[in-house]
């Protein structure tokens, strides 16, 4: 392989790194979105494959994408709201909680699975996907017109959710008041801040963008559910969370970070056939552990992250 | 003058605990109004009910002569009732500014239709806090981050805070607790600029010296009710003690002379750093006997943390001795320190005193738990544990449901016995005590002062470290002033004036 090959690649590995970090980047801000009001939420994998779930399943039986997508956000908002009410209200402890939300995901949607979704009497259509969007003009510009402006709508959404979650966090009253909340509550509480509703409403949207990450999976790239089919992918999000230092921007940059092995591999398997597929697959893995044991500066979580709040 | 605030016949029950019982209280326009009363007499719980975080439940409150209903924070900020608590209510990595806005958020004005999304007007509000410091002489800049402040300046957001919102009626919970006696006075004159501009303020605290120095009128609060109320003029720190407590209280330290035996600690040439990498004491030589209380005066931070840290096995020494007898205890553990019978209270009871979660008798067993008769083959003796925590609680009278409570749950004062108990039970040859009463009340200062001159006088030497300079003067033989890390002179009690170890404490040396 040379270096005019890999040139003419780049486009199109840059397009497949910017699809793969796409639920990465969701995960990861539903984790910034939970973490910041002070509820740790690691029940994002579950909420993922739930939606992957039902979103497939309301597909299937009412020929609806959009129902589908429908139905996948709002199992994911419920799956969010119960680790809230486990969480907020009744003060468990937040780790227990979302490893039974994923461990009971985990569950149900293979339940589901077999029984609804993989039986040789159902006569499927043809897998039905979320279309690519082309955008007018900007498709043409080389190189980022294929890289930016001829994507799916999930990957759209994620990169204007980028900068939607960044402004609604830093630069308005909302976001100011989640932050207090994560950071010290009894402060926003004294100053007339509804500590459990701004928590429960931040859990609530995690949920929501967790059930896209999700939908990514089953309804954008595949067009249909397979068991286990987020592939841990929630959890290399609260890695880029993390990297990202609570931070949208931070998590996107990280995300791709992550999803450009993937991309790689995806694209260069032709070429490369000595090396084992699996050894691209480790590196999201390990970036991971390096990033957790804080070799890119210590990344300081929200000070009241994971600690249930007690009024009065 | 007009009432700005009514409290009347306000009652509030906690499980087992009648917190507040009929209490009238009454702000007047424009005063300063000493709300007075020990740990737990229930001024903060009055006051929390003021400024609705607890609900009462009984009484009616009153602002500007008309009652009001309050059920959160919201309607005491809309009714112009403002609280600077005890504990800061600031979120240390965020702004000045931030901290001011939260929960009355300014928008700016194109985008203000968005509600909860639109755009924080920040250099709005910077522009009003700088108007409010300038007003009120409250020195602070808005774009600073609230983590890099010192407490002094982190007070002084919380009041803007409480500006900000238009407040007239100001509740300050034990605002000098935190303070060093500079940034106390600074502090008073605050209040004065505020109510020479028609604040009212309730003041709250058990600092007798504090509360006739600035107070107009006088409450003093007990056991949940009030007591009585008196104006400075009327009232002498004694009566104002008795009140608090319910019997005569003796301020004055009483001792005898001090008859000094032979050398227990002897401190040569010590330095030590502080975690900042900076060298906090800087060749420090001093020596304690037996049956006599030095006592280390100093603003705190000057090297007097570190000092008793290294001397206790806490903090590593960078160079020098520390002889106990003939051993040197210079970079042991602080068992190793402990079983060479030396008894600490430390400056951070909370951190470095007490296992918070643990029951009290547990509390009181924790130097010696490992050792017999208090475990037998690596097992606890729970029989000996208990008859020796019922032993220490009734001596040292430490008020407590029973044994088996948690040690976070009693007051500091409760809390500080706890330690002065465990620490006094075994003999020891030198009692090393860092602000052992700060922030308890006047009956348990009492307790403490005495017990501290009685194992004086019991042939203990005793190292008192305190930025009191009441408690310096009242109790030690000795008095040594620590400034920038040196000690910059040691004084016979005869000779260490308030006026003279005052001139120390900033550095200023006389020239013989």
């Known amino acids: 392989m040379d270096w005019s090959t890999l040139l003419s690649l780049a486009p199109s590995i840059l397009a497949s790194a910017l699809r793969t970090a796409t639920p990465i980047a969701l995960a990861a801000y539903s984790g910034v979105l939970a973490e910041r009001a002070g509820v740790v939420n690691i029940a994002i994998e579950g909420m993922m494959l739930m939606a992957a779930m039902v979103g497939d399943l309301a597909m299937l039986y009412t020929g609806s994408i959009w129902v589908g997508i429908f139905a996948g956000l709002l199992a994911a908002g419920v799956l969010a709201l119960l680790h809230g009410a486990l969480s907020i209200t009744f003060k468990t402890d937040q780790i227990i909680s979302g490893t039974a939300i994923n461990i009971f995901a985990m569950g149900v949607t293979g339940f589901a699975y077999k029984r609804f979704l993989a039986t040789p009497e159902l006569s499927r259509p043809s897998p039905s996907t979320l279309q690519p969007i082309e955008i007018p003009l900007l498709k043409d510009i080389p190189v980022l017109g294929d890289v930016l402006f001829r994507n799916r709508p999930i990957v759209y959404a994620m990169l204007i959710l980028t900068f939607v979650i960044w402004y609604a966090l830093f630069k308005t009253p909302w976001g100011l008041r989640v932050r207090a909340v994560g950071e010290h509550p009894k402060a926003a509480d004294t100053m007339g801040i509804n500590v459990y ?43 880029a969370m993390i990297f990202g230092k609570w931070n949208p ?23 490369m056939p000595n ?38 | 003058m007009p009432l700005a605030l009514e409290a009347r016949g306000i009652t509030k029950r906690f499980p087992g605990v009648l917190a507040n019982d009929k209490v009238d209280f009454q702000l007047e326009q424009g005063e300063i109004h000493a709300l007075l009363g020990e740990n737990g007499a229930g001024k903060t719980t009055l006051m929390n009910i003021l400024y609705g975080l607890y609900k009462a439940d009984e009484g009616e409150i009153l602002v500007d002569g008309k009652p009001i209903t309050m059920t959160d924070p ?44 639109s755009h924080l007007n920040v250099k709005a509000v910077e522009e009003k806090i700088r108007e409010l410091s300038t007003r009120y002489g409250l020195a602070v800049d808005p774009t600073e981050y609230v983590q890099t402040l010192p407490v002094g300046v982190q007070q002084r957001v919380e009041i803007i805070k409480v500006l900000y919102r238009d407040a007239r009626i100001l509740i300050l919970d034990e605002p000098t607790a935190v303070l060093t006696p500079q940034e106390a006075q600074d502090m008073f004159k605050i209040m004065q600029s505020l109510v020479d501009q028609g604040v009212s303020i309730i003041f709250i605290t058990h600092k007798l010296k504090e509360v006739l120095a600035i107070a107009d009128r006088i409450t003093v609060m007990r056991a949940g009710r009030v007591v009585g109320s008196t104006t400075p003029a009327q009232a002498t720190e004694a009566q ?10 003796i301020l004055e330290v009483k001792k005898g002379e001090a008859q000094p035996g032979a050398e227990i600690l002897k401190v040569e040439n010590l330095s030590v750093i502080d975690d900042r990498k900076h060298k906090a004491v800087r060749g420090v030589s001093f020596a304690v006997s037996a049956g006599e209380v030095l006592g280390v005066a100093g603003v705190q931070g000057n ?23 003939d051993t040197d205890l210079v970079n042991h553990a602080p068992r190793w320190v402990f079983e060479h019978g030396t008894a600490h209270v430390p400056e951070d009871r909370q951190k470095h005193g007490l296992v918070l979660s643990y029951s009290v008798r547990d509390n009181l067993t924790l130097v010696s738990y490992y050792q017999p008769p208090f475990s037998k083959g690596g097992v606890l003796e729970e029989d000996f544990i208990a008859a020796n925590a019922a032993k220490l609680i009734k001596e040292f009278d430490i008020r407590t449901p029973s044994a088996q409570t948690a040690v976070s749950t009693l007051s500091g004062g409760n809390q500080q016995k706890v330690i002065v108990a465990r620490e006094l039970n075994r003999p020891v040859k030198l009692l090393v005590a860092a602000q ?15 017990r501290i001159i009685e194992q004086r006088d019991a042939g203990c030497a005793v190292l008192l470290a305190s930025a009191e300079l009441d408690e310096i003067l009242s109790l030690s033989d000795r008095v040594a002033v620590m400034y920038k ?25 006389e020239q013989r």
């Open chain 1, 249 to 271: 921007l931070g998590a996107l940059a990280a995300a791709l970070i992550f999803g450009l092995p993937e991309a790689v591999q995806i694209n260069l398997a032709m070429s």
């Open chain 2, 303 to 325: 090297g007097q943390t570190e000092l008793v840290e290294a001397i206790t096995g806490l903090r590593k020494a960078e160079s020098g001795h520390i002889h106990l007898g």
């Open chain 2, 74 to 117: 919201k309607d005491a900020i809309r009714h112009g009732i403002g609280m600077v608590h005890q504990h800061f209510m600031l979120v240390p990595v965020m702004t000045v500014a931030e901290n001011v806005m939260l929960g009355d958020e300014t928008p700016t004005p194109r985008s203000a239709w968005m509600g909860p999304l």
């Open chain 2, 240 to 249: 104002l003690a008795a009140m608090m407590v319910g019997r005569e209280v």
């Open chain 1, 275 to 312: 090396v084992p597929y699996q050894f691209m697959s480790m590196i999201p893995y390990i970036l991971t552990i390096i990033v957790l044991t804080g070799v890119v500066g210590r990344a300081v979580s929200p000070a009241a992250d994971g600690t249930p709040y007690n009024k009065g």
């Open chain 2, 436 to 450: 052992p009463t700060r922030g308890l009340d006047v009956g348990s200062i009492e307790f403490i002062h005495h």
């Open chain 2, 485 to 509: 890390g040196e000690i910059l002179d040691i004084l016979p009690i005869k000779e260490a004036t308030r006026e003279r170890v005052g001139l120390l404490m900033a550095g200023v040396q």
């Open chain 1, 197 to 239: 509703r701004t928590r429960y409403i931040s859990v609530f949207l995690s949920g929501l963008l967790a059930g896209l990450a999700g939908l990514w999976f089953s309804l954008e790239q595949v067009g249909h559910f397979d068991m286990l089919m987020t592939n841990g992918k929630g959890f290399i999000g609260l890695a």
